[in-house]
């Protein structure tokens, strides 16, 4: 923003101003108030004008619009900033684009955000926030690519070809001739957005919540940032639950060699990552009949409220992936035991629902309950924008209206479906009601796993043999390295 206030110290100024005008903005006229303020132009350094509107996006949250215009030399600027705080995890959204419509998906794009063509492996780091579509991100970067392209073809033309030849295959994916091509955007603050598609299918769209790192913090101005890690006290407020019946006997577990009792609760020092303070994370190994042992995670913070579960999957890598198709028939079906790892993509093709692996993160619930987390949060990141997303289309809006009719129906079991379960490690678990004997009603198989699924979880770059020795594993064999 070429302006010398910036939008986020124009908050703590402005914060009577846009509580007034967001207070107006449902007044009798219905018309939005924008604020002027005088500001810097950094161009020829004469006074401009910065005008704000505060306002809503449907399928979003609250956002301050900002524009400025300088009259002296005529330069012109927008953008967009978030209204409300930094989320507490961040956030990456990947959408393929497969038709001429998935190019005008709706697109909020931060000022910390990451955006990268995929296909191409070209990134766009963080700037200006932006409020547009697929289609105009794309022409935004092929024309900030063509800026000084006539200089660079005299003084370097070799770096002048490569670029070109970049642009106009932006130009081409940005107009519909170069399809499919798939996007990404990764936003550590979660203040970003991608419009989901109407029709789901495997592969399309994602969106996965992640804890930010360290690093990530310290960029966003959170936390302690003189390299010296705060004092964790271990505070012994806990109260019993459902969930944990039993009061940690064993507060932290120092010792590789000390054996982790079933059912036990153990709890071990940790960073919130919403707002980097001290917490504690609260650990149980539990046994799943006739599968496997696990690890349920619970992490609380009493600072800022955080909250997180998660369960996690031990043992080795085995040397087929699993694929669990359940046929959903009864009510009573809806009350089995699913575990969901993140590693596991989830599918139901009657209701054209497809979640990809780590959307969810690792989940011990039941068929009911996933499949109403899977609608809640869907439909959150859609409707809740506190006026029921009015700008929307209308056979869009029927078509959302209609896939989630049709899951709350599958919830209450009105409709019968089939759940798939893929999870290359073979992590996932889905209950079997005749066990040990087989169910008729449910379908467990290996399959091999794809290159891709090889290279996505680092199975190809796993040494288990002659690791002690130095040795150098090639396509053709093994080698001594030493």
Not at 64 to 90: L, T, W, Y
Not at 202 to 209: L, P, Q, T
Not at 249 to 254: I, L, S
Request: with cysteine.
């Amino acid at each position: 923003m070429a302006q010398q206030i910036k939008a986020q110290d124009l908050f703590e100024d402005m914060g009577r101003k846009v509580a007034e005008a967001s207070a107006r903005e449902g007044g009798e006229d219905g018309t939005k108030v924008v604020d002027e303020i005088e500001s810097l132009c950094m161009n020829c350094h004469e006074d401009g004008t910065t005008r704000l509107l505060l306002t809503k996006i449907p399928y979003f949250r609250e956002i301050v619009i900002m524009s400025f215009d300088c009259p002296h030399c005529h330069f012109k600027n927008s953008e967009i900033q978030p209204a409300g705080e930094i989320q507490q995890r961040g956030v990456k959204f990947s959408l393929r684009i497969d038709f001429d419509e998935d190019l005008s998906q709706q697109i909020i794009k931060s000022d910390t955000a990451v955006f990268r063509i995929e296909d191409i492996d070209l990134e766009i780091p963080p700037g200006r926030g932006q409020l547009t579509n697929v289609e105009g991100i794309l022409a935004m970067v092929a024309g900030d690519l063509e800026q000084k392209q006539d200089e660079r073809k005299e003084l370097v033309p070799e770096i002048y070809e490569k670029i070109e030849e970049i642009i106009q295959t932006v130009k081409q994916m940005s107009s519909g001739a170069r399809l499919p091509f798939t996007i990404t955007i990764d936003d550590p603050t979660g203040n970003s957005s991608v419009e989901p598609p109407t029709q789901l299918t495997s592969g399309k769209y994602s969106r996965h919540e992640y804890p930010r790192t360290a690093a990530q913090n310290e960029a966003l101005g959170l936390g302690d940032t003189s390299g010296e890690a705060p004092p964790i006290d271990m505070r012994p407020e806990y109260h019993t639950t459902q969930m944990y019946p039993e009061m940690p006997t064993q507060p932290m577990v120092n010792n590789v060699d000390d054996e982790i009792v079933e059912n036990q609760v153990y709890s071990f020092p940790a960073s919130c990552p919403g707002c980097t303070k001290s917490c504690t994370t609260n650990m149980k190994m539990v046994n799943i009949p006739h599968f496997k042992q696990v690890i349920l995670m619970s992490t609380v913070c009493d600072h800022c409220g955080y909250r997180s579960n998660e369960v996690k999957t031990g043992g080795e890598v085995p040397e087929k992936g699993r694929r669990i198709t359940l046929s959903v028939n009864t009510k009573e079906d809806l009350s089995r035991d699913i575990l969901k790892a993140e590693s596991c993509a989830m599918s139901c093709p009657e209701l054209n629902l497809s979640v990809e692996p780590g959307t969810l993160g690792g989940r011990f619930t039941t068929i009911e309950g996933i499949l109403t987390q899977v609608r809640d949060d869907l439909r959150s990141s859609i409707f809740d924008t506190g006026d029921g997303g009015d700008s929307m289309d209308t056979t869009t809006k029927e078509k959302w209206d209609s896939f989630f009719d049709k899951l709350s129906a599958a919830i209450r079991g009105e409709v019968k479906f089939t759940m798939i379960l893929e999870d290359p490690l073979a992590s996932s678990y889905v209950q079997s009601l005749t066990a040990p004997e087989p169910d008729s009603q449910m379908k467990v198989e290996g399959y091999e796993r794809t290159d891709e699924e090889e290279e996505h979880l680092g199975l190809k770059d796993i040494k288990t043999e002659g690791y002690e020795k130095g040795e150098a594993v090639t396509n053709g064999g093994t080698t001594n390295g030493t």
